[in-house]
């Protein structure tokens, strides 16, 4: 029987302890991703990227599985969040002016073409509404820092003040690219209060000027 590979307890890009802001370098990944904008509590657009990325995601571990003799745990959905004013995340948390980038991560020994058949195969009864919105892409973040939150969402506020505005720049830092949140429990399932997602911000050398 195949040994099925779970990225959750292999990649040290996933592990990360509440309480404790840990700095790492997370590796170049290649994840399907689809791109929107909105309120995912309220937008239709984040739903149907739901429907169109978990759909490919399963096509793509069955052929991996068949084709290449490559069993794995499809990993857990993921997103980068921005908004003109990053206020928006750790004081208002005014969920309206969010944008995103909702993403599954794909091993990388699954290739475009192995892509390409996974989405002509979700699309040959009745396509997702986003299915050709979705794209493989690389993501290249390198040093990060990122800690394990435990809870609701909207309690990330103070979680990601404290990284940005003390930890970060504490320890020469300063933020360089998307927060990136990686979430290792269903909401549609698990109460808000034991929710366990990864807070992530990718980061650069503060100058010393």
Not at 65 to 85: F, H, N, S, T
Not at 131 to 148: F, M, N, P
Not at 165 to 189: A, L, Q, V
Request: proline share 6%.
């Amino acid at each position: 029987m195949t040994d099925k590979t779970d990225f959750k307890k292999t990649l040290n890009s996933y592990q990360a302890k509440r309480g404790e802001f840990r700095v790492l370098d997370v590796p170049e990944m290649q994840y399907l991703m689809i791109d929107g904008h909105g309120d995912p509590n309220t937008s239709p657009a984040y739903a149907e990227t739901l429907g169109a990325l978990y759909p490919v995601a399963y096509k793509l571990k069955f052929a991996s599985k068949e084709l290449l003799g490559r069993d794995y745990v499809v990993p857990p959905l993921e997103a980068l969040w921005w908004a003109d004013d990053m206020d928006s995340f750790t004081t208002s948390r005014d969920k309206s002016q969010w944008r995103w980038t909702v993403m599954i991560m794909v091993p990388g020994w699954a290739d475009q073409s192995m892509f390409e058949a996974a989405l002509e195969n979700v699309g040959a009864k009745t396509p997702p509404v986003r299915l050709g919105d979705v794209r493989l892409q690389s993501l290249t973040e390198g040093r990060c820092v990122q800690t394990l939150h435990v809870g609701s969402f909207d309690d990330e506020g103070a979680v990601l003040a404290r990284m940005h505005d003390e930890f970060i720049p504490d320890h020469g830092f300063r933020m360089n690219g998307r927060h990136h949140e990686i979430y290792f429990s269903d909401f549609r399932k698990v109460a808000p209060e034991k929710l366990r997602t990864i807070l992530r911000q990718p980061v650069t050398v503060a100058s010393l000027q």
